[in-house]
């Protein structure tokens, strides 16, 4: 039984340029959340997808985007990198996200911004 | 906006003594749930509390969820070196939504053997 996949692990870009990241969540669950985990902070909600569709926001600008495919996988794009993006990007997977669901996170894609 | 506090910023334990760590709310939750997140890791779910007073416990450690739903605390009872990570609470409901968890601060343990 997998668990919750990242990919790629670690990237670096420059300023400006954009960037794809992608998530395989754990088998049997139907949502996928993405957070933004700045170095020694702790993980910052950007959004929720259910069902193919945006179920809720955090406060992230519109440069943060994301699509849900029919197989549950996730990915989150940004768009005109900047330097604060740098960071450690989690995918957590669960079953429904109703809010009362365990989370299984995977292990992340660490961004560095040049 | 809704904020979910923890005290400790950090912690330095002597192995063998107790730890504990406090969560804070800004507004009522639905309900609250821990995780563990090892240097280089990533988080790892511990439990989930719901009801107001909940107690809850796995082998050493004990989860509190406050009366008001409000606060929660975790405490570790006999610290080893394996404990070593930072313990987040992280909040579901109030102003924040639904589906949208606040994780706190986080409180970095490290254990002295």
């Known amino acids: 039984d997998a668990g919750v996949t990242q990919s790629p692990t670690h990237l670096i870009k420059t300023r400006g340029q954009q960037v794809t990241l992608r998530c395989s969540p754990k088998s049997g669950h139907d949502t996928v959340s993405w957070y933004q985990q700045a170095l020694g902070q702790g993980p910052q909600f950007i959004f929720q997808?259910?069902?193919?569709?945006?179920?809720q926001r955090g406060n992230f600008p519109d440069r943060f985007s994301g699509h849900q495919f029919p197989n549950y996988s996730s990915e989150l794009n940004v768009n005109a990198l900047l330097l604060g993006d740098s960071a450690l990007y989690l995918c957590?997977?669960?079953?429904?996200?109703?809010?009362?669901?365990?989370?299984?996170f995977g292990p992340g894609t660490r961004l560095l911004v040049l | 906006g809704q904020q979910v506090m923890q005290i400790p910023q950090y912690q330095h334990v002597q192995e063998g003594e107790d730890f504990t760590t406090y969560c804070n709310s800004s507004?009522?939750?639905?309900?609250i749930q821990w995780y563990k997140q090892r240097p280089g890791g990533h988080p790892v779910f511990l439990i989930q509390l719901v009801k107001s007073g909940e107690v809850k416990k796995q082998k050493r450690l004990t989860f509190q969820f406050g009366e008001a739903k409000k606060n929660s605390s975790l405490h570790i009872t006999a610290t080893q070196t394996t404990d070593v990570g930072t313990y987040f609470c992280?909040?579901?409901?109030?102003?924040?939504?639904?589906?949208?968890?606040?994780f706190g601060t986080g409180t970095r343990l490290k254990v002295l053997a």
């Open positions: 992280a909040g579901s409901g109030g102003t924040s939504g639904t589906y949208k968890y606040i």
């Open positions: 957590a997977s669960s079953l429904r996200g109703a809010g009362k669901e365990t989370q299984y």
């Open positions: 507004t009522t939750l639905s309900n």
């Open positions: 997808y259910y069902e193919e569709e945006e179920r």
